[in-house]
């Protein structure tokens, strides 16, 4: 090797350390700086994520200390609040309550109750129930839960379920007030898994027509509907009467499964689509057991996402008729993702379309406060009262095999329209059904009547045999005056039948559930009997 070789191959890596340096010198200087931060956003452009950089940046350099999580969950609140009004994201808390209503089950003592006069009141043990088996009744009031006072102190249904839900074999300590009773009843009540119910009713209304109400679809939905028509058809029905107002929608799949059983085989019940998922058609198999008989759906303002879907399946094939007022107007599908911490997102994926093509899914371009709002923009613009205040684009305007026009954009509009309230002789009966006088008043009257009420055995000597007195209908009135409500004997007498019947309907609710309800109530319920005279008319 030559000198001169020596010499560059001892100077090259010298000077290439020079050079690295200086490189590191110059772009020390040359970057940009910051008033006594440090440039922590590093990350490569194709890996960026914002959020995550500014909640790191936020929590580890923020002037006070600040709650991670709950930046997290504002953050995503935010994020959903930009897209539809029914995305949405659970808490961990608030996990169970929202899920357990279409699981089917859950896990707790086994009681319905309300919230009355600032105490929690036991309205019905459920049957089979860990809470009938140690002997609590209906009229007992919670006094106590875990020596912690719970009556008297504005406890809420969220607060009282917290305390009384629980895993399957934990106990609860409870004290109630009976009356009668002159001290408190302690109960101690091993928790255990209590199905819930989605059927709330079913019955023949007489020899022919059958009736079946659904307050949702749950996982159990479908299972309960079938065993209710097995019955209804082995009682010898031949129509039916499906009713879903107040029904808030559900599982998707068990909509299309109770659809099937009324449509043929290759009637399409609904189809689905959404950015990133096609098309999905659901269609009719050879499997319904009510394919061929005559069907009246019910519906109102209350009537939402899943009940949309069987109510519009019908009306579009032109299968039967939908009675009632315009539905809620939900027409998006949402999945649920789960996450480790125990709370989840549920994101719409998809907007649903009735078998004409119609999305019932009514507008929410001027923000969810609106959107929130429009059982009030109804009651304003008359809807209750008049089906002539409902205005439709025609743009939106679809036809059925059959040539009947329908309408997408805002709910389902019903074939026969019931007006709420059809005259000014309702004001009055509304007023007091409305503020919940009636229920008020029926409620108190069965806790203190009780034990002669528990004498009639069952619902139908109940039914024969009980009659609402002209003192116990004044007495009635007497109450509603100390409430505020004042009105003329002209304008009582003309709703005096109806509020009659509407007691006697609570009352019969608090001694025999759903069961003392609705025989005495559909025969001053406007779309029932509307119903009934519809399938009369066709026999």
């Known amino acids: 090797m030559t000198k001169l070789s020596k010499k560059i191959s001892f100077y090259l890596p010298i000077l290439f350390s020079v050079i690295l340096i200086i490189g590191i010198y110059l772009g020390m200087k040359l970057a940009p700086s910051s008033s006594g931060t440090q440039n922590i956003f590093t990350i490569r452009q194709d890996n960026y994520n914002k959020i995550s950089d500014i909640l790191n940046y936020v929590s580890q350099d923020y002037v006070d200390s600040v709650d991670r999580n709950k930046l997290v969950e504002e953050a995503i609140d935010g994020i959903l609040n930009e897209l539809d009004p029914h995305s949405s994201y659970i808490s961990a808390e608030e996990f169970n309550a929202v899920n357990d209503p279409l699981a089917g089950n859950f896990e707790g003592i086994g009681i319905q109750f309300r919230i009355i006069k600032d105490t929690i009141n036991v309205i019905h043990p459920i049957a089979g129930g860990p809470s009938i088996k140690?002997?609590?009744?209906?009229?007992?009031?919670?006094?106590?839960?875990?020596?912690?006072?719970?009556?008297?102190?504005?406890?809420?249904?969220?607060?009282?379920?917290?305390?009384?839900?629980?895993?399957?074999?934990?106990?609860?300590?409870?004290?109630?007030?009976?009356?009668?009773?002159?001290?408190?009843?302690?109960?101690?009540?091993?928790?255990?898994?209590?199905?819930?119910?989605?059927?709330?009713?079913?019955?023949?209304?007489?020899?022919?027509?059958?009736?079946?109400?659904?307050?949702?679809?749950?996982?159990?939905?479908?299972?309960?509907?079938?065993?209710?028509?097995?019955?209804?058809?082995?009682?010898?029905?031949?129509?039916?009467?499906?009713?879903?107002?107040?029904?808030?929608?559900?599982?998707?799949?068990?909509?299309?499964?109770?659809?099937?059983?009324?449509?043929?085989?290759?009637?399409?019940?609904?189809?689905?689509?959404?950015?990133?998922?096609?098309?999905?058609?659901?269609?009719?198999?050879?499997?319904?057991?009510?394919?061929?008989?005559?069907?009246?759906?019910?519906?109102?303002?209350?009537?939402?996402?899943?009940?949309e879907i069987i109510a519009g399946a019908i009306q579009d094939n032109d299968r039967g008729l939908i009675i009632g007022r315009r539905s809620f107007g939900k027409g998006l599908v949402q999945e649920q993702l789960n996450f480790p911490d125990g709370s989840a997102l549920r994101l719409t994926v998809a907007r649903y379309h009735t078998p004409t093509g119609r999305c019932i899914q009514r507008p929410y371009e001027n923000g969810f406060e609106d959107y929130n709002h429009d059982f009030y923009y109804r009651i304003v613009n008359g809807e209750f009262g008049n089906a002539d205040s409902i205005h439709f684009d025609d743009s939106l305007k679809y036809t059925t095999p059959k040539g009947k026009i329908v309408y997408g954009g805002g709910g389902i509009m019903p074939d026969i329209y019931v007006p709420l309230k059809s005259d000014e002789n309702d004001e009055y009966f509304y007023s007091l059904t409305g503020k919940g006088l009636i229920f008020q008043f029926a409620f108190d009257y069965a806790d203190k009547n009780r034990q002669d009420l528990n004498q009639y055995k069952t619902f139908d000597n109940f039914n024969k045999e009980f009659q609402i007195t002209n003192d116990l209908f004044n007495n009635l009135i007497t109450y509603v005056e100390t409430k505020g409500i004042k009105e003329n004997k002209k304008i009582i007498n003309q709703s005096n039948q109806k509020i009659k019947i509407l007691l006697k309907a609570y009352i019969g609710r608090n001694i025999y559930d759903n069961e003392g309800f609705y025989p005495l109530y559909h025969k001053i319920d406007k779309e029932f009997l509307k119903a009934v005279e519809v399938l009369s008319d066709s026999l």
């Open 134 to 307: 140690v002997g609590l009744r209906a009229g007992d009031r919670i006094v106590n839960i875990e020596d912690t006072i719970v009556a008297g102190v504005g406890i809420t249904n969220s607060d009282a379920i917290k305390k009384l839900k629980g895993k399957k074999g934990t106990k609860v300590n409870i004290e109630v007030y009976r009356r009668g009773v002159n001290e408190l009843l302690n109960f101690t009540i091993t928790r255990d898994v209590i199905p819930t119910y989605s059927l709330d009713f079913k019955y023949m209304f007489d020899d022919k027509i059958g009736y079946i109400k659904l307050s949702k679809f749950s996982a159990t939905t479908y299972d309960e509907f079938s065993e209710a028509m097995k019955e209804l058809l082995n009682l010898g029905m031949e129509k039916l009467i499906l009713d879903l107002r107040g029904n808030v929608g559900g599982y998707l799949q068990i909509a299309i499964k109770l659809a099937d059983e009324f449509l043929k085989e290759g009637k399409l019940i609904v189809y689905t689509e959404g950015n990133s998922r096609p098309c999905n058609y659901a269609y009719a198999t050879k499997t319904g057991m009510f394919e061929n008989n005559e069907v009246v759906v019910l519906i109102d303002e209350g009537s939402a996402s899943a009940s």
